[in-house]
């Protein structure tokens, strides 16, 4: 079993469509998650992180459940600008030990 | 505040030859970490150092990679003898010190884009 894992998608939407995608992790002693968000020939750049109470930032709702060791990233009323990889990134062993996952590909189309 | 900042950003270069990458973190960052990226394999950790010490270097593929930090605002990424495979996209990152159980995020570099021929 992969360390991080996320469906590669593609996800394809049309605008306003709500979207949302899971990532599972295998180290039931992470502590640490978060959403990057990735351009094409871009460098991942942080969307937000992921606490234990579930967290909200504007149309972007993050989540985590840690009995199923999975967390998850909702986007609501979606837009063009969207349109990106979406990373989740999760801490293995050392606290340092930020292991990514392989993305998963959001295309919004009006 | 200055990003990290990654050297250089394209790199072409014939099989058999060293390339150097060169990283300087976000001043105040203790932690400082090297990824490759290709469409195959994804994101994958090389190395990672905390307060310019190797923590991790599994992810190093092979002997042919190697990595120092000298001091705290400079990292080295060399691969010699560069070979085909070793095309991607490489990435440093760095992140502030925490005394918490739990990570500060990572903040990424433009990368550097490396073609071996």
């Known amino acids: 079993r992969k360390e991080v894992e996320q469906d590669p998608g593609p996800f394809n939407v049309p605008e306003g469509a709500t979207v949302a995608f899971n990532c599972t992790y295998s180290?039931?002693?992470?502590?640490?998650f978060f959403w990057y968000r990735q351009d094409c020939r871009k460098e991942p750049k942080l969307l937000m992180s992921?606490?234990?109470s579930g967290n909200e930032d504007g149309r972007f709702t993050a989540q985590l459940n840690r009995a199923s060791q999975y967390i998850s990233l909702l986007i609501r009323d979606s837009k063009l600008s969207d349109s990106a990889t979406y990373l989740c990134?999760?801490?293995?062993?050392?606290?340092?030990?930020?292991?990514f996952g392989a993305g998963t590909r959001l295309t919004v189309k009006p | 505040d200055a990003g990290v900042i990654q050297s250089p950003r394209h790199e072409v270069t014939e099989m058999g030859q060293e390339v150097t990458l060169r990283c300087k973190p976000i001043?105040?960052?203790?932690?400082l970490f090297w990824y490759r990226q290709t469409m195959m394999r994804g994101l994958e950790l090389l190395i990672y150092f905390n307060n310019n010490v190797p923590i991790d270097d599994s992810g190093m593929p092979e002997d042919r990679f190697s990595a120092k930090m000298p001091n705290a605002s400079f990292s080295t990424l060399k691969i010699q003898p560069s070979e085909p495979r070793d095309s991607a996209v490489y990435f440093c990152?760095?992140?502030?010190?925490?005394?918490?159980?739990?990570?500060?995020?990572?903040?990424f570099g433009n990368g550097t884009r490396l073609t071996v021929t």
């Open positions: 990152a760095s992140s502030p010190e925490t005394d918490s159980a739990y990570n500060s995020p990572l903040h």
């Open positions: 180290n039931s002693a992470s502590q640490s």
């Open positions: 992921v606490y234990s």
């Open positions: 990134v999760v801490n293995i062993g050392y606290i340092d030990d930020m292991r």
């Open positions: 001043s105040g960052h203790n932690s």
